[in-house]
T-cell receptor, first 112, second 116 residues
Framework: DAKTTQPNSMESNEEEPVHLPCNHSTISGTDYIHWYRQLPSQGPEYVIHGLTSNVNNRMASLAIAEDRKSSTLILHRATLRDAAVYYCIPTWMKTSYDKVIFGPGTSLSVIP | NAGVTQTPKFRILKIGQSMTLQCTQDMNHNYMYWYRQDPGMGLKLIYYSVGAGITDKGEVPNGYNVSRSTTEDFPLRLELAAPSQTSVYFC???????????????FGNGTRLTVT
């Protein structure tokens, strides 16, 4: 399975952009990269996913390195509501791809 | 659509008791998952199912059982509750078609279980 490495924690000032990195050096060519976040006392929620090219949606942008060994989740203007744990998850397209395994994620604090 | 519904929201069990955590989804998703999250920790996959009648173990299946008799329901059974099973349990569902691309997971609000 593809392994991921994320910082344990990050801080951002409110209304500033936030770049959350994820290393997934063992990713294969058919692995999608999914990002989820978990607000305090809630279940995780889907943020964004991509395969090769950069992706945008109303919540965030996902920048994927050309070699696909890393990706960055970009929150364009952090709000207090963005304080959460962010998980980067490669979804493996081989026989065990059905398992969606969460790592420890990055705990993002947003300072008013 | 209600999405993924988990019941109960809270439960306290005594050591050795048994219970079933219920999970139902109304999105016609074929994939369903059970996770547990211990205080201050990440999510661990307990069991998952890729369709009715098919289940498989995740990372931490010991002490739990599951069944998937219908597309909508995926109950999680604790037979002999132990304090180590004190956790928040999340159920999730997703859809994967012939392209086998994993679509985003939809999570329930969780069941907070305490075993004393």
């Amino acid at each position: 399975d593809a392994k991921t490495t994320q910082p344990n924690s990050m801080e951002s000032n409110e209304e500033e952009p936030v770049h959350l990195p994820c290393n997934h050096s063992t990713i294969s060519g058919t692995d999608y990269i999914h990002w989820y976040r978990q607000l305090p006392s809630q279940g995780p929620e889907y943020v964004i996913h991509g395969l090769t090219s950069n992706v945008n949606n109303r919540m965030a942008s996902l920048a994927i390195a050309e070699d696909r060994k890393s990706s960055t989740l970009i929150l364009h203007r952090a709000t207090l509501r963005d304080a959460a744990v962010y998980y980067c998850i490669p979804t493996w397209m081989k026989t065990s791809y059905d398992k969606v395994i969460f790592g420890p994620g990055t705990s993002l604090s947003v300072i008013p | 659509n209600a999405g993924v519904t988990q019941t109960p929201k809270f439960r306290i069990l005594k050591i050795g008791q048994s219970m079933t955590l219920q999970c139902t989804q109304d999105m016609n998703h074929n994939y369903m998952y059970w996770y547990r999250q211990d205080p201050g920790m990440g999510l661990k996959l307990i069991y998952y199912s890729v369709g009715a009648g098919i289940t498989d173990k995740g990372e931490v299946p010991n002490g739990y059982n599951v069944s998937r008799s219908t597309t909508e329901d995926f109950p999680l059974r604790l037979e002999l509750a132990a304090p180590s099973q004190t956790s928040v349990y999340f159920c999730a569902s997703s859809y994967s078609g012939r392209d086998r691309v994993v679509k985003p997971l939809h999570f329930g609000n969780g069941t907070r279980l305490t075993v004393t």
